[in-house]
């Protein structure tokens, strides 16, 4: 079961090492197709919760987001 554990990983490091996408062009994907990042903070003193706190953030583009208004006709 090892080897195939590093057959595996093996090609991903393969996969990776051969790619050409820059960041650009990895962030730019992102941003079309949208992300969500969501994470939790919890402080607390001597075994007690006192402070959830809930993060949320939606990252895309703009037109994604934003209703498409239709052509406007021009004021004669």
């Not at 090892?2 to 990983?9: A, D, K, V």
């Not at 820059?22 to 001597?46: C, M, P, Q, Y």
């Not at 706190?53 to 583009?61: K, P, Q, R």
């Amino acid at each position: 079961m090892s080897t195939t554990r590093t057959t595996r990983e093996d090609d991903s490091l393969e996969i990776l090492d051969s790619s050409d996408v820059s960041l650009l062009d990895t962030v730019d994907n992102l941003l079309n197709r949208g992300v969500v990042l969501k994470g939790e903070v919890v402080i607390g003193l001597a075994g007690i919760d006192l402070i959830y706190l809930e993060l949320s953030a939606i990252l895309c583009a703009a037109d994604r987001i934003l209703p498409k208004e239709p052509p406007r006709e021009p004021d004669e």
